[in-house]
C-alpha cells in the first residue's frame, strides 16, 4: 500500500514528513508502519537515522515540535487532537493547545497576485487603500486591513499561494497513514483514526474555502438578529470568494488585552456572563456555533456589546444531539447519576462496556459534587472527570461532542480570566431548563412520535422487497463471504521475503561447498595458481552473501 501511495504522492515530501519525525524520535513508528521499507524501494535510501538515543524530552513535547515542523495541515490536525479531551491525558492536551497558527508573513506582492487572479481585476480598481502590513499570517491564510471606494474600513483575509495542493496532499498521506494504523494497531481502533482523519479532511477543506466561513458568519448572524449584545462583521460579497474574503472592520478591544479593557472602563464581568450566554444559545438552541471562541476571536465594544469574528472553524448539533447534550449537562448540573449514565451508554454504541461498573463509577463521580453549592459547580471540571471517566472505561466520544466539551472548556476558562468569580454552570441551568422543557412539549413529543411512526412504516412496507432479493440472491448461489485482514497480507508478503533469503542462503552454502570440493581437484584452468572454477565459484558466493547481508539491513532486520 505505501509503494502505490508514494509512486503517486511527492516522494521529496514524503521523505521530508519522514526525516522530521525521526529527528524527533519516531523512526521505529515509520518502520513499524512499512513507511521506511517503501521509501527504501522506491529511491534507495533510508530516511532513518538511529538518533533516538540523545532524545530526552517527553514524547508530547516532541510531538507537537514535529507538527509544527510538518506544516499546516499538520498544526490544524494537532488543533483538532486538542479537542479531545476524551482520548488524550491532560499533559498531551496541553501540548496540542499550544500549536499556533502564527507564521512567518507571505510578501504582500504575492498576496496581490492571489488577490488579483481571484477578482479578475487589479486589486487598486477594488480598493481604495491596502495596508500591505498584515494584521495576522496564519497557516491557511493572512489578513490585512483595507479601505473600500466608497471609505468602508475593512479587513481582507488571503489564502496563502500554493496552500491547497499541499493541503490536499498531506490529506491523502493521513487518510493512508490512519487505515495503516488500524490495521497494525487494533488497539488504536476503538479510537477510529479513520474517521477522526475523515472529519477532519471535510473540516479542513471547508476552512479552505473563504467564503464558507463568510456563510457560516452570516449563519450566525441571522440567529441573532435580534440580540442586539452581539455583532457579527458584514460580508462585501463582490470582492469574497473562495481564496479570499472581505469584512468589515471590528473596532473593538480583544478580550485577550485586560488592561485595555480595564482602561476602557468595560464591566468584565457583564461581559463574561453575556459572551456565555450567546455561545450556550448557539449550541443548546440552535445547534451550530463558533468552534474557536478564544481570547483573540472575542472583542468588547464600547456600548458593551460582544463581536466575535473568524468563523472558519464551527460546530455543529442535531436535534437527537442537542437532546443528547441538554441531557446530560442537565445530569450534571442536578447531580442526576442515572440520567448521566444512560447518555453515556448511548455514546458507547457498540463499544464493549460494562454497564453495572461505569454506573457505578458515575455515581460515585456525582457523589463527590453532590453537597456543593451551584454556585461553586465548577462545571468545566465535571466536564474534565467525565472525559476521565470515558478514557478509564476505553469509551471515545462522538467527534461533534468533543469540539463541544473543547468549547465548554475555553468559554469557561475565558469567562474566569475576566471575572474570577465566573462559574458555568449559574450560566448553564436557565438554559438547559428551558431546552428540556422544550423537549418535552406535546408538540415536540408529537414530532417525534410522528418521525418514528414514519420510519416503521418505512421498514415494513421494504421487508418484502429486502426479502424477496435475498431469496432471489440465494437460489442463484451467489451469496459468498469476502475476507480481507491486512495484518494477514504483511504477514505473507514478510514469510515471502524470508524464504527468498533463506532460499539465497542454501545456494550461496551450496556455492560454498561445490567451489571448496572444486579447488580440491587437480587440472584445468587456473587463475593466480588456483583452480579457476574454484575460484570464481567463491568469489561470486561473497558477493551474493554480501547482497544478502545489505538486503537484510536495509529492510530493518539489521537492528
Not at 23 to 36: E, N, S, T, V
Request: some cysteine.
Amino acid at each position: 500500500m505505501w509503494d502505490t501511495l508514494i509512486a503517486s504522492y511527492d516522494t521529496a515530501r514524503v521523505q521530508t514528513l519522514a526525516g522530521i519525525l525521526v529527528r524527533h524520535g519516531f523512526g521505529d513508528l515509520l518502520r513499524r508502519l512499512g513507511i521506511a521499507r517503501a521509501l527504501h524501494r522506491v529511491d534507495g535510501t533510508l530516511p532513518v537515522e538511529r538518533l533516538e538515543h540523545w532524545i530526552s524530552e517527553p514524547a508530547p513535547v516532541r510531538v507537537r515540535h514535529a507538527l509544527e515542523e510538518m506544516g499546516p495541515c499538520f498544526v490544524k490536525l494537532g488543533q483538532l487532537l486538542a479537542t479531545r479531551v476524551d482520548l488524550f491525558p491532560p499533559e498531551w492536551i496541553d501540548e496540542f493547545s499550544r500549536l499556533q497558527n502564527a507564521v512567518p508573513p507571505v510578501p504582500f506582492e504575492a498576496l496581490r497576485r492571489e488577490m488579483e487572479e481571484s477578482l479578475g481585476k487589479a486589486a487598486e480598481v477594488a480598493f481604495l487603500s491596502i495596508d500591505p502590513a498584515p494584521l495576522a499570517a496564519a497557516s491557511i491564510a493572512q489578513v490585512h486591513r483595507a479601505r473600500l471606494p466608497d471609505g468602508r474600513e475593512v479587513v481582507i483575509k488571503v489564502r496563502r499561494p500554493g496552500i491547497r495542493p499541499l493541503v490536499e496532499a498531506d490529506l491523502r498521506l493521513l487518510q493512508f497513514a490512519a487505515r495503516r494504523m488500524e490495521a497494525r494497531f487494533p488497539g488504536l481502533r476503538r479510537f477510529h483514526p479513520v474517521g477522526m482523519v475523515r472529519q477532519f479532511r471535510q473540516s479542513l477543506l471547508q476552512e479552505l474555502d473563504l467564503a464558507a466561513e463568510c456563510r457560516n458568519a452570516e449563519r450566525i448572524a441571522a440567529s441573532f438578529s435580534a440580540d442586539a449584545r452581539m455583532l457579527v462583521p458584514a460580508v462585501y460579497w463582490p470582492c469574497t470568494n473562495e481564496r479570499m474574503n472581505v469584512q468589515d472592520y471590528v473596532d473593538g478591544i480583544p478580550l485577550a488585552d485586560l488592561d485595555s479593557l480595564d482602561r476602557s472602563g468595560v464591566d468584565r464581568v457583564a461581559i463574561a456572563r453575556t459572551g456565555a450566554q450567546l455561545v450556550l444559545k448557539m449550541m443548546l438552541r440552535d445547534g451550530f456555533f463558533h468552534a474557536d471562541p478564544h481570547p483573540g476571536n472575542v472583542f468588547a465594544l464600547p456600548d458593551s456589546r460582544i463581536a466575535l469574528i473568524d468563523f472558519g472553524m464551527v460546530g455543529r448539533l442535531s436535534p437527537a444531539r442537542r437532546g443528547e447534550v441538554v441531557q446530560l449537562l442537565f445530569g450534571l448540573v442536578e447531580r442526576d447519576a442515572e440520567r448521566v449514565c444512560a447518555v453515556l451508554l448511548d455514546w458507547a454504541g457498540e463499544a464493549a462496556v460494562d454497564g453495572a461498573e461505569l454506573a457505578t463509577d458515575v455515581d460515585a463521580f456525582i457523589d463527590r459534587y453532590h453537597s456543593v453549592p451551584l454556585a461553586q459547580l465548577d462545571l468545566a471540571r465535571m466536564l474534565l472527570d467525565v472525559t476521565v471517566l470515558l478514557r478509564q472505561h476505553s469509551l471515545a466520544l462522538p467527534a461533534d461532542l468533543a469540539l463541544l466539551i473543547k468549547v465548554c472548556l475555553t468559554l469557561d476558562g475565558l469567562g474566569r480570566r475576566l471575572d474570577p468569580a465566573f462559574d458555568m454552570a449559574t450560566q448553564a441551568r436557565p438554559f438547559l431548563r428551558r431546552a428540556m422543557i422544550e423537549q418535552y412539549r406535546p408538540a415536540a413529543l408529537a414530532r417525534r412520535g410522528l418521525n418514528a411512526l414514519a420510519d416503521v412504516s418505512a421498514l415494513l412496507v421494504s421487508v418484502p422487497h429486502e426479502l424477496r432479493r435475498l431469496l432471489r440472491t440465494l437460489q442463484a448461489g451467489k451469496t459468498g463471504v469476502r475476507l480481507q485482514v491486512e495484518e494477514l497480507r504483511d504477514f505473507s508478503r514478510d514469510v515471502s521475503h524470508s524464504a527468498n533469503r533463506l532460499a539465497g542462503s542454501l545456494v550461496i552454502a551450496a556455492l560454498i561447498v561445490g567451489s571448496s570440493i572444486t579447488m580440491t581437484v587437480a587440472g584445468g584452468p587456473t587463475l593466480l595458481g588456483l583452480p579457476f572454477f574454484g575460484l570464481l565459484g567463491f568469489v561470486g558466493a561473497s558477493l551474493a552473501g554480501v547482497w544478502l547481508l545489505w538486503a537484510i539491513f536495509r529492510s530493518g532486520g539489521g537492528r
